[in-house]
């Protein structure tokens, strides 16, 4: 099993910065791509970014494309979410998310395998 603990999120104004952290434990080994979702109040849980194990696989949703950037570190694995010029919409719970191994790297978008217990984020206008 895998175990993911995010850190950081809290309260920010709109323009401002804040950064993400989530590190995993467990059976490390099975993952290769780590990432994030969120899920804004009444709203469904939705993608945000994600990236593989050698980077050659990163995506971010349109919402935060050029605001969010994310980064690895597989030695600590760990993924973080550097987020800039927030805006009161990015306001949400904020999941660490990890894929299997072997699994096409795409499938992080719509079916993580391993989910964290989520940091909100509180961007105010």
């Known amino acids: 099993q895998v175990q993911l603990v995010e850190s950081g999120g809290g309260l920010a104004q709109a323009g401002g910065s804040l950064s993400l952290a989530c590190v995993a434990s467990g059976r490390t080994n099975n993952i290769y791509s780590m990432g994030w979702f969120r899920q804004a109040p009444g709203k469904e849980r939705e993608f945000v970014a994600s990236?593989?194990?050698?980077?050659?696989?990163?995506y971010y949703s349109d919402s935060v494309k050029g605001r969010f950037t994310i980064s690895r570190d597989n030695a600590k694995n760990a993924v973080y979410l550097q987020m800039d010029s927030l805006k009161f919409e990015d306001t949400a719970v904020y999941f660490c998310v990890a894929l299997r191994r072997f699994r096409p790297v795409e499938a992080i978008k719509s079916t993580p395998d391993y989910w964290g217990q989520g940091t909100q984020v509180t961007v105010s206008s």
């Open positions: 990236m593989s194990g050698f980077a050659t696989g990163t």
